[in-house]
């Protein structure tokens, strides 16, 4: 049986592509993804109409989906994450989407996935490097991306698979994260995209002032609070400011001689380095951060590549973050209540993306939120967030360039930092100084339409997104 296609309208006959159909992309190549555009421009050249696309993230690159929303290619969006200009189509509600956004975390993709909410009808996953069987990986090829976490479980869930590959082995491939027997074909294309551009967004590293302020404060609630580092397990955010703490944390382990058992999320070139010198033990990795990964994964039998069902499905017991001791997550907004604001900025337009937010935040034993409390002279600290994302139920701690801030629960911890000399404030002490620095954000205005609907982690609770009218 050749699996092996060059063209795209051949294999649409082949695996029967028709209206109405989910297909689904992973976000392994972030803004650097042609993949998603190969699949969709195809479609609607051939006339299919009326598609569910389920793509784990959606970055500026993929902008040009406006015109397939407008032509009737597409009617529905499901994402953990939208920018750019199509984050601004959608915030407006202009008419064209059917149906709602239906925003879920990383780990509650993997859900709906799996218990029928969101069944998969063709995966379309993007691999650097496949053979002529199906076998695929993220680890080798011209635009290695490293773990291929999220198509790992898209291969097993969804109804037909296709590997897109610009780089096809006539052999057997000699590292296989995907195995042949859940591949019903593989469509070569000249690139699927450009791994230099992983590093986008949040992923781009800060060294500013306030972001080296907040990294240290992190280290000093770590070092002094009582918190039990040696041993732990840890994983830190995607966001600037948690890039910065990484290399901060690094110099501590260091420096202390403590050990984290291991670390998991998003696998940065820092956090390859610790392994390397020890000071991590083990690295599970749902998805790199940079394509130098790559070459860890492929040497080093501590750094592991597991799919996103094993990082944070909360139908899975066994899930990795519910095994963590520590999270250090990022946020736009966080209010009074300390719930956490990681999708729309305050003006209410998409600029971001849950991830696995609300996954970490509640199956680690210790949340810290870090971020500034003011930015570019808008307040970080509300009332309320414009976009409730992750409950303040499962964040313990919020750390920023004016200190440390901890729930009232939390006593031991703050008695350890009084006594070590560290203040410790007061969320609704900074909320006022805040307030009489910068004044309240602009909120913003909605209409009546729902254009967006964000789900916690097992699909039950749905915060409504409104059509914004936009402010001149």
Not at 19 to 29: A, D, E, P, T, V
Not at 57 to 69: A, E, G, N, R, T
Not at 197 to 217: H, M, Q, W, Y
Not at 298 to 306: A, F, G, K, M, T
Request: neutral net charge.
């Amino acid at each position: 049986m050749n699996k092996v296609f060059t063209s795209i309208e051949k294999l649409f006959e082949r695996i029967d592509v028709r209206n109405g159909m989910r297909i689904s992309f992973h976000h392994h190549l972030r803004n650097g993804d042609l993949v998603v555009k190969h699949v969709v421009g195809a479609m609607s050249r051939l006339g299919i109409k009326n598609i569910k696309l389920s793509a784990t993230s959606l970055m500026p690159c993929h902008d040009f989906l406006i015109d397939f929303i407008r032509d009737g290619t597409i009617v529905s969006l499901e994402t953990s994450g939208l920018r750019g200009s199509l984050g601004e189509f959608v915030s407006r509600g202009e008419g064209y989407l059917e149906y709602p956004v239906i925003f879920r975390s990383h780990g509650g993709r993997a859900r709906a996935i799996s218990d029928g909410e969101a069944p998969v009808d063709i995966a379309f996953i993007a691999a650097s490097s496949a053979d002529i069987y199906g076998n695929a990986t993220g680890m080798s090829g011209l635009n290695s991306f490293g773990s291929i976490g999220y198509g790992i479980w898209e291969a097993q869930n969804a109804k037909k698979v296709v590997i897109v590959t610009d780089n096809l082995v006539q052999g057997v491939l000699e590292n296989i994260s995907i195995c042949q027997s859940q591949v019903d074909a593989i469509l070569v294309v000249p690139s699927i995209g450009d791994s230099s551009k992983l590093k986008f967004g949040a992923l781009v590293s800060k060294s500013d002032p306030i972001t080296k302020v907040i990294a240290r404060n992190v280290i000093a609630f770590l070092a002094k609070s009582g918190v039990d580092l040696d041993n732990a397990s840890i994983q830190l955010g995607s966001g600037g400011i948690s890039l910065e703490t990484t290399k901060y944390l690094i110099d501590y382990l260091k420096e202390s001689g403590k050990r984290i058992k291991f670390a998991i999320g998003g696998v940065t070139p820092e956090l390859v380095r610790a392994l390397e010198y020890g000071y991590i033990q083990s690295l599970l990795d749902v998805q790199s951060f940079d394509a130098s990964v790559s070459k860890s994964l492929l040497r080093n039998s501590r750094h592991h590549e597991i799919d996103v069902n094993t990082y944070a499905n909360p139908q899975n017991d066994s899930c990795a973050v519910n095994f963590l001791d520590i999270a250090i997550l990022s946020a736009l907004e966080i209010d009074v209540n300390w719930n956490v604001n990681v999708l729309t900025g305050s003006n209410g337009k998409f600029m971001g993306a849950i991830g696995g937010h609300q996954d970490v935040a509640e199956g680690s034993k210790l949340t810290i939120i870090v971020s500034p409390s003011i930015r570019e002279r808008i307040p970080v600290v509300v009332k309320e967030v414009t976009t409730r994302v992750t409950d303040g139920k499962y964040v313990d701690v919020w750390i920023n360039e004016r200190g440390i801030v901890l729930k009232e629960e939390h006593n031991v911890y703050k008695k350890n930092l009084i006594d070590a000399g560290i203040p410790v404030l007061d969320m609704e002490e900074i909320y006022k100084e805040v307030e009489k620095l910068v004044g309240h954000a602009q909120r913003p205005r909605y209409k009546e339409k729902v254009v967006a609907l964000v789900q916690d982690r097992t699909g039950c609770t749905k915060v409504k997104i409104n059509e914004r009218e936009v402010i001149k």
